[in-house]
């Protein structure tokens, strides 16, 4: 059997078919209990007019939640690869709320920055709307939706509170993104670090995690590894496949480390004054997981 060590489990056994059977039992068991330690709390999150940082970071606990879900029954069905890279948005969503929650005089105004996002996105799409787009239906509607949602006037407030740097447009995003990093945000130390990230593990896991995730969603060389096309035989799509990287065993420990991380994170920035169950949950599934290295 595997050990556990500060949320990196390391071991490796011959039958990868009965470990993953046992692996998906183990974080199935931890979805129901995760989810049901959130439940039991009876906690209102007051909405649209309370605390953003309240409302962006339950949202996120719902979408952690639900990505976790998705990424079971990707690989229920047999599409280990494409779980692997849908459980980067995962990690993400452990990031933003490390971001958040780093300097809690900073969880207000960075989860305002995390709204404001949206509309510098909105502007940047709307200018280039404007450019491409010749009079018309298509342009009327553009414009439309900009009257409806305040798109300018909202981008009008934004920037004069921020530094126009690196000679960016003044509809580019990167004015809001430019902070975030999340080599760095999992690297430099928060609040709650003595608590959970014991040797610095959070650090490892994006460092290992999030690159291997990314090679999935951006399609580079090593996403193909199991779907090459395979030669001697008349080609068809889909078909002749060989799996020569098992990543069967990654989206599960993801799923376990980032649901953790969500939840501390978001606890924490609500002050919400229980979250040690959390701590057991993670410890449990985690003692019970076993990793298979690749070959």
């Known amino acids: 059997m595997g050990y556990a060590k500060d949320g990196l489990v390391v071991n490796a056994v011959s039958d990868r078919d009965g470990r993953f059977a046992a692996n998906l039992a183990v974080v199935q068991d931890y979805l129901v ?3 049901s330690s959130v439940d039991i709390k009876g906690i209102y999150v007051i909405g649209p007019s309370g605390r953003t940082f309240d409302s962006i970071a339950f949202s996120i606990l719902n979408k952690a939640y639900r990505l976790s879900q998705a990424c079971i029954i990707l690989l229920e069905a047999g599409y280990s690869d494409e779980a692997f890279g849908l459980a980067r948005s995962l990690i993400e969503c452990s ?19 995390y709204v404001d996002f949206a509309f510098c996105e909105k ?12 009079p018309g239906k298509d342009l009327d ?18 920037v004069p509170h921020r530094v126009r740097v690196r000679n960016l447009p003044l509809n580019d ?24 990230n014991k040797d610095r593990w959070i650090k490892k896991q994006f460092a290992a995690d999030y690159r291997g995730c ?43 480390n980032s649901l953790y991380l969500v939840a501390r994170y978001t606890f924490y920035g609500a002050n919400v004054d229980e979250a040690d169950c959390f701590d057991s949950l993670f410890n449990d599934a985690v ?3 076993v990793y298979v290295r690749q070959s």
């Open 33 to 35: 209990r995760w989810k």
């Open 95 to 113: 990031l933003n709320l490390r971001y958040m929650t780093m300097d809690p005089e900073k969880a207000d105004s960075r989860s305002n920055d």
């Open 123 to 134: 502007k940047h799409f709307l200018e280039l709307c404007r450019q491409y787009f010749g």
């Open 141 to 158: 509607a553009v414009e439309a939706l900009n009257s409806q949602e305040g798109i300018e006037g909202r981008w009008a407030s934004i």
């Open 173 to 196: 995003w990167k004015l809001i993104e430019g902070d975030w990093n999340g080599w760095k945000i999992s690297s430099e130390p928060h609040p709650l670090d003595d608590q959970i």
């Open 214 to 256: 990314s090679a999935m969603v951006h399609c580079t060389i090593r996403s193909l590894d199991n779907i090459f096309a395979w030669p001697g035989v008349a080609y068809k799509v889909g078909e002749n496949l060989k799996t020569w990287f098992d990543h069967r065993f990654e989206p599960l420990f993801i799923i376990v």
């Open 287 to 289: 003692s019970k997981l």
